[in-house]
């Protein structure tokens, strides 16, 4: 009879076998993410019993729009997506039946306020709960309870929101208690643990820290594109390397940026077909030529500046602005990004960038709009898309509405104004588009939740009043005393006051294209004026001794000087320029002043 050895045997460790990550198919550490969340230190909100069978998803609070990383099963019994139809969107998809929301927009299926708390409590990294209506796939809708706890890291940093949901419909008794806060516990064990949906990312092979990924969100296609798309393109190929190539030069060929290669000394070695229409030049004429050949003079060396930086940093987003020089119609702003490409083979640099046309800013002077007997002084600046996104706001937006310039942009001002105002708001912004220029008095809710008196005017952006269509909305937001508008119509659409003195001046002449300097310089000298004035304002409102008036214009001495050519701050001298004395670095001004003595002489030479 066989002896049987009951003892478990040794199993021999080998340092080398990839057994990092072999139990996360996803490579997330979701038991490491609900520790943190059980033993986070001071709870505001009580949760009461949690477990796996638990409706729950995690989001990257470091990423854009926060993505969801990861959900539950049960998350998925719950709204009947897919795990590939989650991960990578923000749970906003939950509140429309198509799942179609925008970032910012007022939502038409759902209560704004409660996606307001929602936001607002999240910007503050605190624990919130709030009750909302979401929308299953197919588009039946079910109350859901909202509990959304912040997971910091190692560095007490918010890294991570856990957002566990409940749907009150089918769960009535799932309350345990409401707390004192207004909050309530609540039960998140479901009954039955609905079968697990298996993704179809799911590896059975062993995952290591340095191949660690998150889940994507559709399944990775074996195919470039389907044979009907191939073939429709005329794209033709014996291998998929070839196949590959040729979808890319069809990309570059069809794209409307300006997707072009530059050498590290500036000479363009790629320029894509949009380089004929952007730029009224065609490919062929740029390649092989200098970026100085079409780049505004005042531009090319900051230009050239951040080229040369860029290549010590392989790893940084290069982001230029400058004037370029289309074939027929003159200068025009344009923004290139892009990032350093090293050949490794021939251990070559080259700088691969895309460019677009950059609107500026115009507005006269005649075309303000003052409101002296509405506004109380408070006022902020905002520039806007043509559908009312904020995508830049004054520092100042704090002293009228409580919120800081980055919490209001990249939001609409859909989300801030009362319901009684979006029809009002909408149709300004139709008038703006056909380039009027538009009065409201309407509400805006602050940081505290309070709506706001608000008197608001709005101009086109970057043309002048009924020439052409804008790209973009200028905001001048004011705060009111009152909400009465006594006797004022709501909405009104005004004509620019042509009376008085510089009617014509350009308030943004700093950024015409035909300036005779770049617009470092140009903003370093509105840094400078800026100083000044406020140096004035407040010796006029608390006036000190001689003596530290004395100290202060010593210290303002201090400010660093530009030079107009070349940007450059240090320098022994500074030299004349074009405009005035001291204007030019010691080796800018020295080159000017060999140029004008070389034109006088030949003025001299010529009436001889």
């Keep these: 009879?066989?002896?049987?050895?009951?003892?478990?045997?040794?199993?021999?460790?080998?340092?080398?076998?990839?057994?990092?990550?072999?139990?996360?198919?996803?490579?997330?550490?979701?038991?490491?993410?609900?520790?943190?969340?059980?033993?986070?230190?001071?709870?505001?909100?009580?949760?009461?019993?949690?477990?796996?069978?638990?409706?729950?998803?995690v989001t990257d609070a470091r990423q854009f729009d926060c993505p969801i990383v990861y959900c539950s099963p049960t998350f998925e019994h719950l709204t009947g997506y897919h795990e590939n139809e989650i991960v990578g969107r923000n749970c906003r998809f939950l509140q429309a039946p198509d799942g179609q929301v925008t970032c910012g927009s007022r939502r038409t299926y759902t209560d704004n306020q409660a996606v307001y708390h929602l936001k607002a409590q999240m910007l503050q990294n605190k624990e919130h709960q709030a009750s909302i209506i979401n929308y299953r796939k197919g588009g039946q809708p079910f109350v859901n309870l909202v509990t959304v706890i912040p997971i910091t890291d190692d560095n007490n940093q918010v890294c991570f929101f856990v957002g566990l949901q409940v749907d009150l419909v089918e769960q009535p008794n799932a309350i345990l208690e409401k707390m004192k806060n207004g909050t309530y516990m609540v039960n998140y064990q479901q009954?039955?643990?609905?079968?697990?949906?298996?993704?179809?990312?799911?590896?059975?092979?062993?995952?290591?820290?340095?191949?660690?990924?998150?889940?994507?969100?559709?399944?990775?296609?074996?195919?470039?594109?389907?044979?009907?798309?191939?073939?429709?393109?005329?794209?033709?190929?014996?291998?998929?390397?070839?196949?590959?190539?040729?979808?890319?030069?069809?990309?570059?060929?069809?794209?409307?940026?300006?997707?072009?290669?530059?050498?590290?000394?500036?000479?363009?070695?790629?320029?894509?077909?949009?380089?004929?229409?952007?730029?009224?030049?065609?490919?062929?004429?740029?390649?092989?030529?200098?970026?100085?050949?079409?780049?505004?003079?005042?531009?090319?060396?900051?230009?050239?500046?951040?080229?040369?930086?860029?290549?010590?940093?392989?790893?940084?987003?290069?982001?230029?602005?400058?004037?370029?020089r289309r074939k027929y119609s003159g200068y025009m702003w344009i923004e290139c990004q892009g990032k350093i490409h090293i050949d490794q083979s021939k251990g070559r640099k080259c700088l691969i960038l895309a460019g677009r046309e950059r609107p500026m800013y115009q507005m006269l002077r005649k075309e303000m709009v003052h409101a002296p007997n509405v506004a109380t002084g408070s006022e902020f600046w905002a520039k806007a898309s043509l559908s009312g996104l904020f995508l830049h706001v004054t520092s100042t937006s704090e002293e009228v509405v409580g919120f800081a310039a980055d919490d209001l942009k990249g939001a609409t001002l859909y989300q801030y104004v009362g319901d009684n105002n979006v029809r009002d708001i909408t149709r300004a912004l139709e008038l703006v588009k056909d380039g009027h220029i538009v009065n409201l008095h309407h509400t805006m809710q602050n940081k505290k939740g309070e709506y706001i008196p608000i008197f608001s005017t709005f101009y086109p952006g970057d043309t002048s009043p009924g020439v052409g269509?804008?790209?973009?909305?200028?905001?001048?937001?004011?705060?009111?005393?009152?909400?009465?508008?006594d006797g004022c119509p709501v909405l009104?659409?005004?004509s620019p006051d042509v009376h008085g003195e510089d009617n014509d001046e350009n308030l943004f002449a700093e950024l015409e294209t035909v300036r005779g300097t770049s617009w470092q310089y140009e903003l370093h000298q509105l840094q400078l004026a800026n100083r000044k004035l406020k140096e004035q304002l407040e010796s006029y409102i608390n006036p000190k001794t001689k003596k530290q008036r004395k100290k202060r214009t010593a210290d303002s001495s201090d400010i660093p000087k530009m030079c107009a050519q070349c940007q450059s701050t240090d320098s022994p001298e500074w030299r004349k320029g074009p405009n005035g004395p001291k204007e030019l670095c010691n080796a800018c001004g020295l080159r000017y002043a060999k140029a004008l003595a070389a034109q006088k002489s030949d003025t001299v030479n010529s009436q001889q």
Aim: aromatic share 6%; glycine share 4%.
């Design 1 to 57: 009879m066989p002896i049987v050895d009951l003892q478990p045997a040794q199993v021999q460790q080998t340092s080398d076998a990839p057994l990092t990550g072999v139990y996360s198919s996803s490579g997330f550490d979701m038991v490491g993410i609900l520790s943190r969340l059980v033993n986070r230190p001071n709870p505001q909100i009580n949760l009461g019993p949690i477990d796996m069978s638990c409706s729950f998803l």
């Design 191 to 324: 009954m039955n643990i609905p079968p697990y949906i298996p993704g179809s990312s799911f590896s059975s092979e062993p995952v290591d820290d340095y191949f660690r990924e998150l889940p994507t969100i559709a399944p990775a296609s074996g195919t470039l594109a389907s044979p009907e798309i191939l073939e429709l393109v005329n794209c033709s190929g014996e291998n998929e390397q070839q196949l590959q190539q040729q979808w890319n030069k069809l990309l570059l060929d069809q794209s409307e940026d300006f997707i072009h290669v530059l050498s590290l000394k500036g000479f363009f070695l790629y320029c894509s077909r949009s380089t004929s229409h952007l730029l009224e030049h065609d490919p062929e004429e740029l390649v092989g030529h200098p970026l100085s050949s079409i780049c505004h003079p005042s531009d090319i060396v900051p230009v050239m500046r951040e080229v040369k930086e860029a290549a010590g940093n392989p790893d940084k987003v290069v982001s230029l602005i400058y004037r370029v």
């Design 469 to 485: 269509r804008p790209s973009f909305v200028l905001a001048q937001i004011r705060a009111k005393e009152s909400a009465s508008i």
């Design 492 to 494: 009104e659409s005004v």
